[in-house]
């Protein structure tokens, strides 16, 4: 945990529960149990696979500054673990120590709450759950919700940070474990036919930004509540590009359509409060590219939402 990170205003002088969350956080290390835990996942190189972008490695001090100075409403216990770095182009290792101090947040009885970085993040994220899950894996349910505007099903000879969700698909295939994958916020110019066709053979629920846009939220929230219903445990992933590039102009690809903030965030809302998330992620935040900070804002905004407790 870096100490300077953690800075902001102190409103000694005011009655009542001041607390901002630099006053809240502590350091994560064996003691600590319960409440959530932050890891940073400090890494370009699936991003600089795919394509994109880079810079998205200083996307989790960049949301630490950001949720440094808010109020701690309904946050009690939150722990940094620290970063996960790869500086070294060696992206699969970086992504085994993610799952490693995923899993171990997980034992401790912490919820994750994994700050990118690329959305690479994914398959590590991953990775750490079924590490904790064992052979509940098989017995249960783990559903994963994705508010993205891409896929990420790339079929390529490395692991980037389009390939996330394939990788997963391949390892629950090898592992005899049902692939139940929810994305929402699904960009049609952003994804070939071929992505498209694959999400359809994997079976793959998917809405499209413009039905989202034009659709009736409630009728959303429905469905996700349903899939929530259903499973047993829920992964949450959300690529800040599934938002317009007015609100997050600081990401690998920005969007030229996107889902309007106030409806990704009452989908979370609905996972969060399900009280089934095991573990959640917030990919691609890079401040080389933001404006003013704002999508370190918005992706500070969505993590306190998470780090809520229940």
Known sequence: MDQLLWAGRQDADSAGDTRRLHQVVQPFDEASEGGAALIGFACDEGVRRNHGRV????GPDAIRRMLANLPAHGIGRLFDAGNIACTDGALEQAQLRLAGQVQQALVQQAFPVVLGGGHEVAYGTFIGIARH???ALRSGRLLIVNFD?????????QASSGTPFRQIAQWCEQAGVAFHYLCYGISRLGNTPALFARARELGVHFSLDSEIAFGNLADFGQELQQQLAAASHVYLTI???VLPAEKAPGVSAPAAYGVPLEKVEY????AKDSGKLIAADIAECNPSFDRDGLTAKVAARLAHTLLQDN
């Open 55 to 58: 810079g998205a490695a200083q």
């Open 149 to 157: 505007a891409h896929f990420d099903l790339r079929q390529a000879d």
């Open 239 to 241: 690529d800040l590009d």
């Open 267 to 270: 989908l979370v809302r609905l």
């Open 133 to 135: 899950l064992g052979p």
